[in-house]
DNA sequence: TTAATAAACGTCATATTAACGTTTGTTAAG
DNA sequence: CTTAACAAACGTTAATATGACGTTTATTAA
């Protein structure tokens, strides 16, 4: 037998995974599927975002790194609390009600939300056992209880988040390209960047440092590798207050 | 008999009010004390966050507005839920176990956190019997359960988002000097603003709107009155994703 | 009448931004 | 080989914003 588990209350993880081949910002969701005692109709047929109930012994920031953990086996992930829901319908949906039953959650359960951010080439979903997959964040399925909306208001978090701190590069692999950087961007905030501009913002940073290689491996002009040095942005970084209202 | 309450879950809020005479920024507490069953020694005193269960039918937004209208009596301020806070210790000081006891708190809560923006002015706390009471954020007294860290939190949190939005205005009267706003940029961040640039900055911005007004009462020069349009913001502000890592 | 003081206006060098144009280095096709 | 295609990388310019100051103006109290 495990810990304890408090039953109405649960932790949900919105898990960004950027694809820097097909320039795609994911999010990783799990199938939830149930048909009725005959096999004649399908119950339930949608996806979830991977949560679980909290333990007695543990804190939030435990449980959500817990529950990240056992679905892609990573840990020392960036990730962010941003947000508790707790509306009285949110298990309320049809299918919700049926999976609620089976599952014996209390049907007023409150979680706390998470985000991670990740690249998909470090998790292998092949035989997980918990169906999951990803999905461009522009091209989400059918979602189960309140999680679209978790979702959403991830993606506004993040769009903000990305905007003030150096968060990006959590999505990026240690070497990358300006031009990884930018797609990245577009990705996240839905739009198109002017090159020129961005490119010469960016290696203007101190903290975004030039290594002597280059890409391999691209039937075109290969570009400048760069990495990102945390210890000169926490350093150099100009905690400016700067007033943009 | 009243609604249902959730034993393990609580909204507590952090209520910011800027009392524009004294320049200060503070935060509206709630008297603890209780003495031993013979009078010959306290057992607490200090103070809390105003907070309490979430009812069973009522969401995290209308648990967080009906505490906020219980102890001050107003609504439709500006609110944001900024974080949950749910360590398995957070009730767990000295104190606070013999407050739990007393009052027979679950002893593992989560409470959902909200911070409300209002002007000191706004509230009457003559005659409340919550003994609550204005701190100014820089002379908090000795803080019961972890409400010194949700404070704090709630104040890094301001800190950010005032920057970027323009919910300082909540803070201020109706009608306001450019020094009122540069006081307040000042009371919230901490730090000296030069006033020359601050008053430029804010001045161009087309939703800050010069009335044909002074002030009244005053024993120097009389300083022209401004009003925040809400309108102009929506409309003219210029939503730039404006990358500033 | 004047001293004190906060409000309000002004200056200037530098930095940043948006909106473009141009050159360079590489591979693949002819 | 030569060249077309194309992404990478560099450059230009005007407009705007910023930081760091100096100066003038309007009001009240002495």
Redesign the pocket.
């Known amino acids: 037998m495990g810990p304890k588990e408090i039953s109405n209350i649960s932790v949900d993880c919105v898990v960004f995974g950027y694809d820097i081949k097909r320039k795609s910002l994911n999010i990783l969701l799990i199938k939830r599927y149930l048909e009725s005692e005959t096999g004649s109709s399908v119950l339930v047929d949608d996806y979830v975002l991977t949560g679980y109930h909290v333990y007695e012994h543990e804190t939030l920031d435990e449980a959500s790194s817990r529950v990240l953990n056992k679905l892609t086996g990573l840990t020392n992930l960036y990730k962010k609390q941003f947000k508790a829901f707790g509306a009285p319908d949110r298990l309320m949906g049809e299918a919700d009600q049926i999976w609620v039953k089976k599952k014996q959650f209390s049907p007023r359960t409150f979680t706390i939300a998470y985000y991670f951010l990740l690249k998909t080439e470090d998790v292998t979903l092949e035989g997980n056992a918990n169906k999951a997959k990803w999905f461009p964040i522009e091209e989400l399925p059918r979602l189960g209880f309140d999680h679209e909306k978790i979702i959403k208001e991830a993606h506004e978090d993040l769009k903000v988040k990305c905007l003030s701190e150096p968060i990006t590069f959590e999505l990026l692999p240690v070497k990358f390209?300006?031009?990884d950087v930018q797609d990245l961007y577009q990705s996240i905030l839905g739009i198109e960047i002017?090159?020129?501009?961005f490119?010469?913002?960016l290696?203007?940073k101190k903290y975004i440092i030039a290594l002597g290689e280059?890409q391999t491996g691209?039937?075109?002009?290969?570009?400048?590798l760069y990495m990102f040095s945390k210890d000169v942005y926490d350093k150099v970084f100009n905690k400016?207050y700067?007033i943009?209202i």
Chains 1, 2 share one sequence.
């Open positions: 390209t300006i031009n002017d090159n020129r501009n490119r010469r913002k290696i203007n280059k691209v039937s075109k002009k290969p570009a400048q400016n700067l943009s």
